[in-house]
């Protein structure tokens, strides 16, 4: 069997079992949605959620080229270190955030189905310019130079552009599936937003570190060297080549298929109960939209939550690894089952904590999404105190799977359901805007952070010794102790519809 069919494997099989217990559960009834709707429905979200799985293979296919690029050398020097990618992820993540004061807006106007293209599009030509970086730096091409000696500076650039084009992404599909779920079946929609998460998580880390592995060629020119002192590296470029072939591929499809609301598919338009009901006047300019969220406490509080959920969620997806390998003579953790299986795990992680997180708050809690969150943060503040304890043991991988599934449940319930909720479909765009915007500046906080408390592997014995790496753990805990704190304050927070 081939390797990407082993891998891929188990998640098809958790999808199924999802797949078999959505279709399971008691359906709500009074909603009146038609089969022909329903099929309609899955024909609209998919292409959109595959072109947003799509957009996080070309977003943190930065992290996979770190450790390609971090085991080469030019003058001397790796190419790319702790403090290097901590620069880049730093200023990606910065944009991506920033940009939704811009994009949030935008897409109110022009819809999800432009804005989905847009970013698709935007990102595809960004890694495009980062596979020909990566391509002319190790082959001598075009600007070889220039690029070799100033890398970091390059891809920090490169990568803050592709952001701010990879921003349109979660506006676009909550703001194309707002008008097509209702309040009371968003819960639903929040695990499928956990799983197509959980799917690009795992494109991003298990299909680009199994390019790097397949894709291999003798060193290309003497400038370079290895650290190991071998011959054969990566292929690099792939990494940033592959997902732009992909979203150009998906966000064709998107452009022939997917609509904005049901009655541009031929289905009649519903009132979906949220805090645009009864809202039939005119679209506010994006100034008074974002004065009316920045005065809904419920907003707010959400954006501090998924603040916390960014530095939390990136604290655990971007550094394991990077700990795994750099302290592996002396824990050994390369070569573990989660280390090698990393995307895979993370995505079934996801997959179920979003169901968990979806089924739960709409058959359990009334469509409410603050207990959903107040009970995965316990676990977060449960496993962050865990792991300052055991992080450098071998149950370190199993913990911070725990984790993911926790911290990607609270995402999908808060970015992708609660959002549309109290932002309601009419101003969904400027709401998903600023919920997310918070997100990206706790990843660009954690980012710094990390860049400034953990070791620098330029120096080998440092980053090799665990006791360097005491303060991965040790920062989540703050972050996770404030999230649960917040999200106990909108434990009975539910969407009020404006009268007609």
């Known amino acids: 069997m081939p390797i990407w069919l082993t891998k891929l494997a188990p998640i098809l099989i958790l999808l199924t079992v999802v797949a078999i217990v959505f279709l399971r559960l008691p359906k709500i009834e009074g909603l009146g949605h038609s089969k022909a709707f329903l099929?309609?429905?899955?024909?609209?979200?998919?292409?959109?959620?595959?072109?947003?799985?799509?957009?996080?293979?070309?977003?943190?296919?930065?992290?996979?080229?770190?450790?390609?690029?971090g085991d080469l050398q030019f003058a001397g020097a790796p190419m790319m270190t702790n403090q290097g990618?901590?620069?880049?992820?730093?200023?990606?993540?910065?944009?991506?955030?920033?940009?939704?004061?811009?994009?949030g807006p935008l897409?109110?106007?022009?819809?999800?189905?432009?804005?989905?293209?847009?970013?698709?599009?935007?990102?595809?030509?960004?890694?495009?310019?980062?596979?020909?970086?990566?391509?002319?730096?190790?082959?001598?091409?075009a600007g070889a130079a220039l690029i070799r000696s100033n890398l970091i500076a390059i891809l920090a650039a490169t990568y803050a552009v592709n952001m701010y084009f990879q921003s349109f992404g979660a506006v676009a599909i909550v703001k194309v599936n707002a008008p097509w779920f209702h309040v009371r079946e968003r819960g639903v929609f929040g695990a499928i937003f956990g799983v197509l998460i959980s799917l690009g998580i795992y494109f991003a880390f298990d299909w680009n570190y199994l390019i790097l592995n397949t894709f291999t060629e003798a060193l290309p020119i003497d400038a370079i060297t290895l650290k190991d002192g071998g011959s054969t590296i990566s292929q690099i470029h792939l990494v940033f080549s592959v997902p732009c072939a992909l979203l150009v591929l998906f966000t064709t499809i998107v452009f022939f298929r997917v609509k904005n609301t049901p009655g541009e598919a031929g289905f009649a338009d519903f009132d979906t109960a949220d805090a645009s009901s009864g809202d039939d006047g005119p679209q506010l300019g994006a100034i008074a939209v974002f004065k009316m969220m920045a005065k809904n406490?419920?907003?707010?509080?959400?954006?501090?939550?998924?603040?916390?959920?960014?530095?939390?969620?990136?604290?655990?997806m971007q550094?394991?690894?990077?700990?795994?390998?750099?302290?592996?003579?002396?824990?050994?953790?390369?070569?573990?089952?989660?280390?090698?299986?990393?995307?895979?795990?993370?995505?079934?992680?996801?997959?179920?904590?979003?169901v968990l997180a979806g089924t739960i708050s709409d058959h359990l809690f009334q469509s409410r999404r603050g207990p959903v969150a107040a009970i995965l943060y316990a676990g977060m503040v449960i496993g962050s105190v865990v792991l300052s304890f055991v992080y450098a043991g071998p149950a370190v991988g199993w913990l911070v799977l725990f984790m993911s599934l926790c911290v990607i449940g609270v995402h999908g319930?808060?970015?992708?359901?609660?959002?549309?909720?109290?932002?309601?479909?009419?101003?969904?765009?400027?709401?998903?805007?600023?919920?997310?915007?918070?997100?990206?500046?706790?990843?660009?906080?954690?980012?710094?952070?990390?860049?400034?408390?953990?070791?620098?592997?330029?120096?080998?014995?440092?980053?090799?010794?665990?006791?360097?790496?005491?303060?991965?753990?040790?920062?989540?805990?703050?972050?996770?102790?404030?999230?649960?704190?917040?999200?106990?304050?909108?434990?009975?927070?539910?969407?009020?519809?404006?009268?007609?």
């Open 39 to 69: 099929r309609r429905r899955v024909h609209n979200w998919l292409p959109m959620g595959l072109t947003y799985a799509f957009l996080y293979m070309g977003r943190y296919n930065i992290k996979v080229s770190q450790h390609a690029f």
């Open 85 to 103: 990618f901590a620069t880049i992820f730093f200023f990606g993540t910065l944009t991506y955030g920033c940009s939704f004061l811009i994009n």
């Open 107 to 141: 897409t109110d106007r022009i819809g999800g189905r432009k804005a989905i293209l847009i970013g698709g599009s935007g990102s595809a030509v960004a890694n495009g310019v980062m596979a020909f970086c990566s391509w002319s730096a190790l082959h001598d091409g």
């Open 297 to 316: 406490p419920v907003i707010v509080t959400i954006a501090c939550i998924e603040f916390c959920s960014g530095f939390l969620r990136q604290a655990i």
């Open 319 to 354: 550094w394991f690894r990077s700990f795994a390998k750099q302290t592996d003579a002396a824990l050994h953790l390369q070569s573990s089952f989660v280390y090698d299986n990393w995307g895979m795990l993370l995505c079934c992680a996801g997959i179920m904590g979003g």
């Open 413 to 500: 319930m808060l970015s992708g359901t609660a959002s549309m909720d109290f932002g309601g479909k009419k101003n969904v765009g400027v709401a998903v805007g600023i919920i997310d915007g918070f997100v990206y500046a706790g990843t660009a906080v954690m980012a710094i952070t990390y860049g400034w408390l953990l070791p620098d592997d330029s120096d080998k014995v440092a980053a090799a010794d665990p006791a360097n790496w005491q303060w991965w753990p040790m920062a989540m805990i703050p972050m996770a102790v404030i999230g649960l704190l917040l999200a106990i304050r909108v434990w009975n927070a539910k969407p009020k519809p404006k009268a007609a």
